[in-house]
Each structure stands twice: as structure tokens, then as C-alpha cells.
């Protein structure tokens, strides 16, 4: 479901299309909140069983990639994320999903889930 919502930001920004539908479920809110809190997105509704997005007009990112999948899930420990602070990498942990400078701050690993740039 993660990489269906990337794909679908990805096309409908490139193609010039703001609103895109997707599915609904807690761990998409999450992402959605996240990307809402980088600007990518800027809202999302709640549509029946499904969610509707808006992306920003003014997102400066370039593309996002799925770093960890199920076949190879790919790991950080709080001291490995300083060889990547240049990077722009979202993790899920155990205080939910953080970009990778929350993660510093705070001094926790995660998965790997995305890349956004």
C-alpha cells in the first residue's frame, strides 16, 4: 500500500494533477501526516473508505523512493544516523515515523521506510 500511495504522489505531481484518491488505513495517515509536515502534500480528507490528497502547488522535492522493502527491510541504530544527516530518509520507530534529523535529536533508530528530495 506504501509504495501504491509514492507511485500515485509521484505520477500526479509530474503530471500536473493536484487531487488523488488512495486507500485508507493508519499506517497511510501516518505517512500523510508526515508528508503534510514536509510540505509535500498539503492536505487530506477523509472520503468513505478511501482518502483524498492535495498536493502542494510549491513542493520542492524532487522524488520519493521506497528504501525498505518486505523482502529486505533495512535498518538504523541511533549511531549509524549520523553518516546519513545529509540524507532525506523517513523511519519508522518506536516513537512512530520520524524524518532522520527527529531521529538524531531525539537519539533513536528505525527502519527505513523513504526517501524524499
Not at 480528507?45 to 521506497?66: A, D, E, G, P, T
Amino acid at each position: 500500500m506504501l509504495s501504491n500511495l509514492l507511485v500515485y504522489i509521484n505520477n500526479y505531481f509530474f503530471s500536473n494533477k493536484k487531487v488523488f484518491f488512495t486507500y485508507k488505513s493508519k499506517y497511510i495517515i501516518n505517512v500523510l501526516k508526515v508528508l503534510k509536515h514536509l510540505k509535500i502534500i498539503k492536505n487530506f480528507f477523509y472520503k468513505k473508505k478511501n482518502l483524498m490528497c492535495v498536493l502542494n502547488n510549491y513542493s520542492l522535492y524532487k522524488k520519493l523512493k521506497i528504501i525498505s522493502k518486505s523482502s529486505k527491510k533495512i535498518y538504523f541504530k541511533c549511531t549509524d544516523l549520523k553518516k546519513y544527516y545529509d540524507k532525506n530518509y523517513i523511519l519508522s520507530t518506536s516513537h512512530g515515523l520520524l524524518t532522520l534529523k527527529e531521529c538524531l535529536i531525539k537519539n533513536i533508530g528505525g527502519e527505513v521506510i523513504f526517501s524524499y528530495n
